[in-house]
T-cell receptor, first 115, second 113 residues
């Protein structure tokens, strides 16, 4: 299995709602990532988990809360979002480590609309 | 951090080679160059990566200059399905096992029939 699976593919939520984005991979990768992508822009890194521990938080507002329950799963909990948070949210995974380069596998993303 | 610069758009005729340039003049010696592409509203797809030597796989070739300040992605026989945004990325070194990807703004490649 060489895929990263994200659910749901589309999500519309109100500013007072609580929702979660889910990401799953079964490639044995021990690093997982959340990215946010606005239209016509490259993806922006939000969070990195390495061996199930949060290793990078790119100063993301607390209304985004990541969780890594195990080595295959990554969640992004959303609460009290703003309309400007509407974007494509991408999950990725890779094998962490020094030395030779490792590829990053991306999911197809969740298209989030905040109303 | 290393920074990449790419032309915003390019055109290519179907069946011809597409050569996509990238400038990464501030790259450090242990930082890899990656290329990904993104077809409309899908997740980025890995194409190829390299450190110093030229690389080739079933999708493309990557030519890195000797001083490593620039690189070119070559799609040898472009098809309509290669129409996408192509990102040149530098994977920067970080503490421990952390490695961050520094993305360029991308080149929107249009392959024309």
């Amino acid at each position: 299995d060489t895929e990263v699976t994200q659910t749901p593919k589309h999500l519309v939520m109100g500013m007072t709602n609580k929702k979660s984005l889910k990401c799953e991979q079964h490639m044995g990768h021990r690093a997982m990532y959340w990215y946010k992508q606005k239209a016509k822009k490259p993806p922006e890194l939000m969070f990195v988990y390495s061996y199930e521990k949060l290793s990078i938080n790119e100063s993301v507002p607390s209304r985004f809360s990541p969780e890594c329950p195990n080595s295959s799963l990554l969640n992004l909990h959303l609460h009290a979002l703003q309309p400007e948070d509407s974007a494509l949210y991408l999950c990725a995974s890779s094998q962490p480590g020094r030395g030779s380069g490792y590829g990053y596998t991306f999911g197809s993303g969740t298209r989030l609309t905040v109303v | 951090d290393a920074k990449t610069t790419q032309p915003p758009s390019m055109d290519c005729a179907e069946g011809r080679a597409a050569n996509l340039p990238c400038n990464h003049s501030t790259i450090s010696g242990n930082e890899y160059v990656y290329w990904y592409r993104q077809i409309h509203s899908q997740g980025p797809q890995y194409i190829i990566h390299g450190l110093k030597n030229n690389e080739t796989n079933e999708m493309a070739s990557l030519i890195i200059t000797e001083d490593r300040k620039s690189s070119t992605l070559i799609l040898p026989h472009a098809t309509l399905r290669d129409t996408a945004v192509y990102y040149c990325i530098v994977r920067v070194a970080g503490a421990g096992n952390n490695r961050k990807l520094i993305w360029g703004l991308g080149t929107s490649l249009a392959v024309n029939p």
